[in-house]
């Protein structure tokens, strides 16, 4: 439900984890720019905007 970016295995090294962070942290920026350029390009306000993807979350619609 969460949303699962990286599986790490012990035992793990300070770089390995690092790097794991450095992904994750460039993953979730990019997702934000992204949210941000679609809100600019909506119709919707940002509440209706928040509470469509509330809605999508809660049916489960982004699981593969």
């Not at 679609?38 to 619609?61: F, I, P, T, W």
């Amino acid at each position: 439900q969460l949303g699962v970016r990286e599986y790490l295995l012990k035992p793990i090294t300070a770089e390995e984890l690092r790097a794991v962070l450095d992904r994750v942290s460039a993953a979730l920026k990019a997702r934000e720019l992204v949210k941000g350029r679609v809100l600019e390009n909506s119709l919707l306000s940002a509440r209706e905007a928040c509470d469509a993807q509330r809605a999508y979350y809660a049916v489960g619609a982004y699981a593969a």
